[in-house]
């Protein structure tokens, strides 16, 4: 998946500098649309003479807001997905790229489920198509090395730091 960044140059700074940094950003936010607010007021009740200055003074502050905003953001090393700068574009709730991947991950792992449990019925059925047809000790000696095999497979996934296929027991049915 691809990503951009949201604030160029990362300072490297702890969680903690980041935290500060992301409260920091949505304060200058929070007063930024605040003074956004103010001044919609301002315009749909203008008066020439009596808002005119308050407008400009309003106005005249947004630089500012934008600014120290800019500033903390240029702090933060955040990498966001190219397709919730895309939902954002679109007017959508960026929350909803996060329920839409949710809905994609839930179906393809319904499906490699559904994958496993045809490879584990077709291997049953295969091993059973072996013991009728190979002389016992043939049998017992691939059990044997079907067994060998599975258990260096755990333990090479064991070794990777990926015992996910071991901890479900996949990596031993899938040899």
Do not use: W
Request: proline share 3%.
């Amino acid at each position: 998946m691809a990503s951009g960044s949201v604030a160029g140059g990362g300072s490297g700074a702890s969680d903690g500098g980041n935290e500060e940094n992301f409260k920091g950003l949505e304060k200058c936010l929070e007063e930024a649309v605040e003074v956004f607010r103010r001044i919609g007021i301002i315009v749909s009740d203008f008066q020439p003479n009596a808002s005119q200055e308050t407008l400009y003074t309003q106005i005249n502050s947004v630089p500012d807001y934008l600014q120290n905003a800019n500033t903390y953001a240029s702090k933060l090393d955040v990498d966001i997905p190219v397709e919730v700068l895309e939902y954002v574009d679109q007017g959508l709730n960026p929350d909803l790229f996060t329920k839409h991947l949710f809905e994609k991950t839930v179906r393809e792992n319904e499906q490699v489920k559904g994958e496993m449990k045809t490879l584990d019925s077709f291997r049953a059925e295969l091993e059973a198509e072996f013991a009728a047809v190979l002389p016992a000790e043939e049998m017992a000696a691939f059990r044997k090395a079907r067994s060998a095999a599975a258990e260096a497979a755990i333990r090479e996934d064991n070794e990777d730091g990926n015992a996910g296929g071991a901890e479900d027991g996949a990596g031993a049915k899938g040899i």
